[in-house]
């Protein structure tokens, strides 16, 4: 078996490090409910203090203040209220183009930002099992093993970054066609959200490191003309 250089162990260990923190920020920001933050004005009515003081998570809705009138128990959680609901099968047939434009959208920000996490944790396991010692004529090619460590992330990249696109235009048709707010509310995207876009850079980060790797690869095989397991 080849051995690794420095500068090549040492980039291979920055970009798992990389991978793993990726992972945890999408994992946090799919868990936690602070992905926009909706305040009402001091000036504001009780009534619309109550209904629009809360911020929004993938799964639930969490007031600051009093729960809104009419929500059903089964639904609540403390003072958060369940959302998933909103993603299941529903009459969309009887849904107008906006409503329904809304419900993909939400769909697709919930089912993309875990494709994103998914593609992260395989792409972990893929690099454990091909970076596990085992005998040389099993040995996975270090080139095929950052080629798909490299498709893999890239994808997730751009999964994530649909994701928060997608959450986006939500919140666009929150403010325009849906007129769900009212002039007393405050919007404001909040750390959730942040956090799932500074993972999507990382996801970048590591795909274009994985290219690095199997350049590096490919160099050490033109010199010694054979390729390389790890």
């Known amino acids: 078996m080849a051995r690794l250089g420095k500068y090549h162990l040492g ?5 798992l490090c990389l991978i793993l923190a990726s992972l945890a920020l999408i994992v946090t920001s799919i868990t936690t409910d602070f992905w ?15 209904n629009f003081s809360y911020s929004v998570g993938m799964w639930r809705r969490c007031y600051n203040k009093e729960m809104p009138l009419g929500v059903k ?3 609540r959680a403390g003072d958060c209220v369940y959302t998933y609901k909103d993603l299941t099968r529903r009459a969309e047939d009887n849904m107008s183009s906006g409503e329904y434009r809304y419900l993909s959208l939400e769909r697709s920000w919930v089912a993309l930002m875990i494709t994103a996490g998914g593609l992260q944790l395989f792409t972990i396991i893929t690099l454990i099992l091909g970076l596990w010692p085992m005998e040389s004529a099993k040995a996975v090619k270090r080139s095929t093993l950052y ?8 994808f997730a990249t751009m999964a994530a970054m649909a994701s928060g696109i997608c959450f986006i235009g939500m919140q666009e048709l929150n403010k325009t066609s849906r007129a769900l707010y ?3 509310v405050s919007k404001k995207y909040d750390w ?10 990382l996801c970048f980060i590591e795909g274009c490191m994985f290219l690095l790797l199997l350049k590096k690869d490919h160099e050490d095989i033109r010199e010694s003309g054979k390729y390389s397991t790890m």
């Open 192 to 201: 959730s959200f942040i956090l799932g876009w500074v993972a999507t850079g």
């Open 73 to 75: 128990a089964e639904d």
């Open 182 to 184: 009212p002039d007393s």
């Open 147 to 154: 080629l798909i460590a490299a498709i893999m992330t890239l």
């Open 36 to 50: 926009f933050k909706v305040s009402a004005d001091d000036y504001a009515t009780p009534e619309v203090k109550r």
């Open 11 to 15: 980039l291979l260990f920055t970009v």
